[in-house]
């Protein structure tokens, strides 16, 4: 994660040697700095404690950045929704899901339920030589993914 709380309840990102609190859990978390991968969060118990959680990749760390930073990885619930864009963006508030890796139909429909109103970004680098995109004339105007 990218942001954690501190005994106060304020936001902040990770720096060396740092000690925290997961937004979620409230839980002790401790700042993860290396020369490798992004700095984040992580729960010192080395247990996540949202059942949806996955290792992000830099392009997940990207497209978060793409929001105002109250927007990202708002608590709701039992899980941190990796955008809740809120009136600025829409007259409605609904969920940005950035999704990686492979999710199971079930799963899908799980967080579906669970956000409400979402939308999806999908890394698609890994698939996109096995489909082809085009537009077709429907009466939604909307366009069509077609599998070969």
Known sequence: MIYAVTEAGR????????????PGCRAPVLSKCG????????H??????????????????????????????VVMGEHRADIFALDKYSTFPYVV???????EFTEIVERERF???????VDGLGFKNHFEF???IKTNGGATVAAP
């Open 11 to 22: 936001r902040i990102c990770a720096e060396p040697n740092q000690h925290a609190l997961c």
């Open 97 to 103: 899901e950035l999704q990686h890796s492979p999710l």
């Open 44 to 73: 010192a118990s080395g247990k996540e404690c949202d059942p949806w959680y996955e290792p992000e990749t830099q392009w997940h760390i990207n497209w978060k950045m793409q929001f105002e930073e109250s927007c990202r990885e």
């Open 35 to 42: 020369a490798i991968n992004v700095w984040h969060w992580a």
């Open 134 to 136: 085009g537009c077709e």
């Open 115 to 121: 956000y409400g109103l979402m939308v999806w970004i």
